[in-house]
């Protein structure tokens, strides 16, 4: 479910980008953090409003690494299928 969560869902932030679909975007965007910043909220009891303040600004590093990621499962992608290179190093 991990593998799959790992190309899903920046597949899906890409697809409505290129599409230009910004309202569906920013909804999904707004519903994951919200989601993302409850969950880490709700385990950090003690100290809420610092992990909810904490949550909000690291938002957008979280949406770099996602897309970052996705560079790298393209590159893997096109290792893999169209160059037929499977020396891969470590």
Request: charged share 20%; no cysteine.
């Amino acid at each position: 479910m991990s593998a799959f969560e790992k190309v899903a869902f920046p597949t899906a932030l890409l697809i409505m980008i290129l599409l230009q679909m910004w309202e569906p975007l920013a909804i999904t965007l707004i519903a994951e953090t919200a989601v993302a910043t409850g969950i880490l909220v709700t385990v950090a009891k003690g100290h809420r409003l610092e992990y909810f303040f904490k949550g909000l600004l690291i938002t957008p590093l979280r949406y770099a690494v996602l897309l970052f990621d996705l560079v790298t499962i393209g590159r893997f992608a096109a290792d893999l299928w169209i160059f037929r290179n499977r020396r891969w190093r470590k």
